[in-house]
Each structure stands twice: as structure tokens, then as C-alpha cells.
């Protein structure tokens, strides 16, 4: 199967092209338009792209058995397990996160031992290059942090070739936005009422920002863990707007969870440049909408 | 989501807003309303012959439009007469249409008569300096067809076949999106239109028989073929811009023996040089599949008349293909589609999506029909029209002969004209 499941192209009158490509990957769909290139240009980028992403699934996936993280997850209690350039960024990037938002970003929150608290859970030698769980039973999942990562080495590759106007939608959540669509002036996006389909409760111009939105729905709960909490009920999502897509990736995870704790402060998420903040409610009587940064 | 009724009005301006670009490219009739603005004010004067059930229909039409008189009407039936008088009440009244056409006042004549009478009527009229709607069939025997198409190319006036699906609004979407390549190469096309009814109209006297209930009869009609396949096997060249040579099928009365002599259960195929096949099937003693044109790509299939296509695994994204839509007709405002992750549980049934945000309410025919009247206006020929409705009678009439003689027919010489991969015959070229 082609990497890309399908492509469309327009030339648009005295304002240049668009190209839209999409495919699946990581358990979702991404979604990518590019402007004012060629076809073939435009699909090559959005090729490249996906093959990035699966790449990345490949290495980072918990549910694949011949994964890295799998790998760790299985040898780490035991032994040093020694890492390469990439993986040791990725697991060091995710546990700063986790120390910048109080561990309410955790890529151990869902190990089945809960007893030591997330920063001491693992160890990363930066002379061996070597990680080291230090406790059994515990488990990285880089489940909410992977697709901001994905989406922020592609926007960084575009850019680096010269992309300055493109949107990538990576299964609603995450959705990063460069530039401008043509004829605008940034590109506006709708939060879709999960009550209402089609329209929206929030609207956000975008210019080389992310959307990334974290939550339950009524299909898909239960889903993300909180600190102290476990896995997190009920209907409702909170969406960051931020400077990086990993950024608000990670901070969407974070205040979600920092929303459902008791006495919780939204400090940390101010440590980040660029940052606004929603929270979205459904009560079963209807909605609502809360701006917290 | 609610799907709001498209006015013809809207559709006609949204078009405006990409002419010029891909759908004038799929649909080049649409340059007839390329004039539209220099004959606001204008009046066409048309004439409609044969103001039965299908010709009140296009005069409620034309009456709709304020570029419309209907100056003149024309049937031998007196109920029709007193029925259509209802919609032009000031239409002057004809029994004999060529005393009609003597009318220097009438500038374009519909013709919605039986088809035995389309070719007099519509060659008369040429001669008469009338420009032409006619209804399909074109007429219903090959030679019939290529004396109009011929009069049609010797002469200076505009001729229009009935053949609504070109202009209506799902159509020029689905062919927009077949040529965009989105739906992979299309490697078949079923077309099909069942009904449950025995196609009869009410007679009020049994020497009117005939004359009402027309389509069952062959010296008239050829039935299913000329009236229903006719609408359908024009999609095959539209979408696939290539023309079968060799055609085949079996048709049969199983159900309706009751002294009609056209089939009620036929299946017809139509064989492309390239091995690309599209049949028609059409049985009007069970209703449940209904109508459709179901053109099937290796990536996706679409049906038109449902409105919808389908993609062979994960389709486009509705938010972003209204994104793509809005950027392409500088349409501004935030598209709903931002939230908590897509998950494939929430895609498993293969739904289709919309091919225009807004379910059309109509079939292109009130569009054909103002297109006419900017025609009539302006002496403007929309390129390919009457070729694709040349090729649509033509290939209902082998259809109904591969069926009658019991045997796969090639597409004969002598009745091709230039158009895809056809070429007329050298002496013969018109």
C-alpha cells in the first residue's frame, strides 16, 4: 500500500496550489495541506512526512512487540538499557517534561507500581547513554507525547526545506499551523461540540501555532492517567494553543489532568511561552467553555 | 448533519466562483452562462411542443426564469393544452406546430413529444430558425439520430438535448473529483434503475391508449432503453471520456404481460476497447435498489444520484475537504474539526461523504433549462452537449437491438461522429 492513501491537487487562480495528502499512522489519521509548490514537490514532502511518522510508531509504539520501547520496557527493570542519539532525546525530552509540569505529564503514569513517586521511577545515565528502571513494574508509554514529537520533527523538516505555508491535522489533536492559508490571514480552526457535529465551540486563528487537544469523548474514555488518579472519566477536553506542537502536545495531557486534581495550579503551564488554554465541559445538559491561560 | 436544500440561485453563483478553473474543464456546457450578465433584461421567447407531464415540467421551469415568455404552446391533446395554459396563460395555442414555427416572434422551441416525432419536429424548427431543446431520446432509430445531429452541424442555431445529469450539481462534483485522479482509475460502472410500477398513465378513452401511454410502444419509444438507460449510459462518457464498441444484453417481459410490446426486465452491456465495462439493468416489477450510477475507481467509488462517494479505506477528512473547498473559493471561517484524537473505532462503517455540502433538491433540469434560455439569448453553442446526448440515444438504441436480435453488436461505422475516440467516416464526416 502506497504510504500516502490518497492526494488531491488545485491550482487556485492568481493565489498558487494547494495540495492535500492523507494516511493513517500511529493509530490515527494525518492530515496535510501543503501550498504553493508543485504536485510532485507537495507529495513528496507529505511522503517523507508519513514515512517519518511511521518510523517514529515503529520505534515508539508499546503495543508492538518489536518495538524499542518494548524492548526497554522488557529489559530496563534488569539492566542498563543502552540507547542511541534519537531515543536517548526523545526519553530525556519526555521525562523534562514531566519534571516542567509536575509530573501531571507522565510517560510512567500508566506502570502498574504506582508506590515511588514519577521522578524516581527511572533512571537516564547521560555518560553511558543508558536507561535503568528503579523499581519493577514499571512501564513507558510515549502515548501522549509521540505525536507531538512527530508532528513537531516534520514541521521542523518543512521548514528547513523551505515550506512556509502548510497545515498538518494528525487525527484532530494535534494540529499545527504555518503560515497562512492562501488568501487569509493565518488559518482558522474550529474545536468541533462533540454534541453538535459541524459546529464549533471555539475558534482559533492559527499562525505558526498548534491546537492540540486532549480529552475524553463518549466513544473514548478513560483513556488519559492523572496523577494519583489513574485513568480520567467523564466527557470534556481542554486545547492549547502554543508556539510547538510538542509543547502543547504535552501541556494539553498536563492540564487535563491538572483539571481533574483537587487544589490543582495551572503555575507550570505559565513557564511556557505563548500559551492560552480551554476548557471544555459536556454535562449532559449542554456545554461549557472555560479560558484558563 | 442536517443537510439544507441547495437553490439553484446558490449553486449557480457558487459555480461563478470557480469558473474557470476545473469544473468548466469537466463541464464546458457551463460557458453558456459565461453571458449571463450581458442578458439580464433580455427576454427569450420559447415555444414549447408536446406540453404533456415531462413539457409542463421544463415550462414551470422556464416560467421560474425572468429571462422567460413563453410565447406559444403546441399539442393535439386538449387536456395537456388546458393544463400547461394553467403555467403561460398568454401562450398562444397551436395544434399544427409547423403553423408555429411560422412565428417569427418564437426564438427557441422545446420539443417533448413522443420520439418518433423529435426528428420532424426539431429539423423543421432548425429550418424555421428556431434554436432546440429536445428532450431525449434524440429519436429512437440511429439514422433518425444522425439526420438531427447533422441538421444540428449544417445549420447556425443552438440545439440542446434533455440530458439534465450534465448540468446538475452532484454530477459536475463527481466528475470534478473522477478527473482530480481521487478515485484511482475507474475500472467499471453499474448503472441500474429499478421500479415497482407498471409505467402506465390513466386513459381516459382506450383509442387514446397509444397516444397516452406511448413509451410501451416500439413504434414510439423502445421503452426502458430510449426513456431510462438513455439518462445513465451518458455517465460512461462523461466520467471514463471514451465510447463502447461493443454492446450486448437480453431483455424480456416477465411481470407487466399486459399487452405492452417494450421489455420490462433488461440487462444491457456495454464493452469499452480498453476491456472497461459499464452495464445497465433495469427491472420495474421490484423497487428496493432504485436508481443509481455507481462508478467504481480503484481508490473509491462514486454515486452520483445518492450524492455520495465512498474511498476504499481511510477517505478524506470532511473538515479538510471543506478547508480545501473554502481556500478554492475564498470562502472564510473556522472549520469544526479540532478536538480529541480520531480514532479508527469511530470510522469503521464506511459511510461515504456528501459530494456538495448541501443535499441539491433538484436534477440539473431547472439549470439545463436556464442554460437554454441564456442560449436562446445569445446564439451560443455550449461545446459537447449535443455530442454526449448523441452518444446517449445512440447507445440506448444498440442496446435495445443487441436485445432485439439476440446478438453482441459493434458500434456500426456509419453512425459515429468525431467525439472521444470516435471518428466519423471519412466520406461521411458532417
Known amino acids: 500500500m502506497n504510504t500516502l492513501e490518497n492526494s488531491i491537487y488545485k491550482e487556485l487562480e492568481g493565489k498558487g496550489s494547494i495540495f492535500y495528502g492523507w494516511a493513517t499512522a500511529m493509530h490515527t489519521r494525518i492530515d496535510m495541506i501543503l501550498c504553493h509548490r508543485d504536485k510532485n514537490t507537495s507529495e513528496n514532502a507529505a511522503i517523507a512526512a508519513v514515512e517519518e511518522l511511521k518510523r517514529l510508531e515503529k520505534r515508539l509504539n508499546r503495543f508492538d512487540p518489536f518495538s524499542d520501547i518494548t524492548r526497554i520496557n522488557a529489559l530496563a527493570d534488569q539492566e542498563p538499557v543502552k540507547l542511541d542519539d534519537e531515543m536517548w532525546n526523545i526519553l530525556t525530552l519526555a521525562t523534562e517534561y514531566g519534571a516542567k509540569t509536575n509530573y501531571l505529564f507522565d510517560i510512567t503514569a500508566g506502570s502498574p507500581n504506582q508506590d515511588t513517586p514519577p521522578h524516581n521511577r527511572i533512571w537516564l545515565d547521560p555518560d553511558k547513554r543508558v536507561i535503568l528502571f528503579k523499581v519493577k513494574g514499571v512501564e513507558i508509554d510515549l502515548g501522549g507525547f509521540a505525536k507531538g514529537y512527530g508532528v513537531e520533527m516534520i514541521r521542523n523538516k518543512l521548514l528547513a526545506e523551505g515550506w512556509t505555508d502548510f497545515l498538518i491535522n494528525f487525527g484532530n489533536s494535534t494540529i499545527c499551523a504555518q503560515g497562512t492559508r492562501p488568501g487569509g490571514d493565518g488559518w482558522s480552526v474550529g474545536v468541533e461540540n462533540l454534541e453538535s457535529p459541524g459546529s464549533n465551540i471555539l475558534e482559533v486563528v492559527l499562525r505558526n501555532q498548534s491546537l492540540n487537544t486532549s480529552g475524553n469523548t463518549a466513544e473514548h474514555s478513560r483513556h488519559i492517567f492523572s496523577k494519583g488518579i489513574g485513568p480520567i472519566d467523564g466527557i470534556g477536553s481542554v486545547s492549547i494553543v502554543s508556539n510547538h506542537p510538542l509543547d502543547g502536545e504535552i501541556l494539553s495531557t498536563a492540564v487535563f489532568g491538572a483539571c481533574h486534581q483537587e487544589n490543582s495550579s495551572l503555575a507550570f503551564a505559565r513557564k511556557f511561552s505563548g500559551i492560552r488554554a480551554y476548557a471544555i465541559k459536556y454535562t449532559g445538559k449542554g456545554h461549557s467553555l472555560q479560558i484558563l491561560l | ?430
Open chain 2, 1 to 430: 448533519m442536517e443537510q439544507k436544500p441547495i437553490s439553484r440561485r446558490t449553486f449557480l453563483k457558487d459555480m461563478c466562483l470557480v469558473a474557470g478553473s476545473t469544473m468548466l474543464a469537466s463541464s464546458p456546457w457551463f460557458s453558456a452562462f459565461a453571458e449571463e450578465k450581458n442578458t439580464s433584461g433580455e427576454k427569450a421567447r420559447i415555444a414549447v411542443i408536446g406540453p404533456g407531464s415531462r413539457g409542463r415540467y421544463h415550462m414551470k421551469n422556464l416560467a421560474a426564469n425572468p429571462k422567460v415568455e413563453i410565447v406559444a404552446i403546441c399539442d393535439d391533446y386538449q387536456p395537456s393544452i388546458d393544463e400547461a395554459l394553467k403555467i403561460a396563460p398568454k401562450a398562444k395555442v397551436y395544434k399544427d406546430y409547423r403553423k408555429m414555427l411560422e412565428d417569427k416572434n418564437i426564438q427557441g422551441v422545446v420539443v417533448a413529444t413522443p420520439l418518433h416525432e423529435h426528428r420532424r419536429m426539431v429539423i423543421d424548427s432548425f429550418d424555421a430558425g428556431k434554436h432546440v431543446l429536445c428532450e431525449k431520446s434524440i429519436t429512437k432509430t440511429l439514422e433518425d439520430t444522425l439526420a438531427v445531429y447533422k441538421a444540428h452541424k449544417a445549420c447556425d442555431r443552438v440545439l440542446y438535448i434533455g440530458q439534465q445529469r450534465l448540468f446538475d450539481p452532484r454530477y459536475i462534483k463527481a466528475i470534478e473529483m473522477i478527473e482530480s485522479g481521487v478515485f484511482g482509475p475507474i475500472e467499471g460502472i453499474k448503472t441500474f434503475w429499478h421500479r415497482n410500477n407498471d409505467w402506465r398513465r390513466p386513459v381516459p378513452s382506450p383509442e387514446l391508449e397509444r397516444k397516452i401511454n406511448w413509451r410501451l410502444y416500439e413504434d414510439y419509444s423502445l421503452g426502458m432503453m430510449t426513456e431510462l438507460a438513455c439518462h445513465q449510459v451518458q455517465v460512461g462518457s462523461w466520467a471514463l471520456k471514451l465510447l463502447p464498441n461493443t454492446i450486448m444484453g437480453s431483455g424480456s417481459i416477465t411481470f407487466w404481460n399486459d399487452g405492452r410490446e417494450v421489455y420490462d426486465n433488461v440487462s444491457v452491456l456495454y464493452v469499452y476497447d480498453n476491456g472497461l465495462k459499464m452495464s445497465f439493468d433495469s427491472i420495474i416489477s421490484s423497487k428496493f435498489y432504485g436508481l443509481e450510477e455507481q462508478i467504481m475507481g480503484n481508490k473509491g467509488t462514486v454515486e452520483p444520484e445518492k450524492g455520495k462517494y465512498y474511498f476504499e479505506s481511510v477517505p478524506p477528512a470532511s473538515g479538510m475537504m471543506q478547508m480545501m473547498n473554502d481556500i478554492e473559493k475564498s470562502v472564510f471561517g473556522a472549520i469544526p474539526f479540532a478536538g480529541p484524537s480520531w480514532v479508527p473505532e469511530t470510522a469503521n462503517v464506511n459511510k461515504g461523504e456528501y459530494l456538495i455540502g448541501e443535499k441539491p433538491t433538484e436534477d440539473g433540469s431547472s439549470i439545463m433549462m436556464d442554460a437554454f434560455v441564456e442560449s436562446v439569448i445569445t446564439g451560443y453553442q455550449p461545446p459537447k452537449l449535443v455530442e454526449e446526448g448523441y452518444y446517449a440515444t445512440t447507445l440506448s438504441i444498440l442496446g435495445h437491438q443487441a436485445m432485439k436480435e439476440q446478438r453482441i453488436i459493434t458500434y456500426p461505422d456509419e453512425y459515429k461522429i468525431d467525439y472521444l475516440n470516435h471518428k466519423a467516416p471519412a466520406a461521411e464526416t458532417v
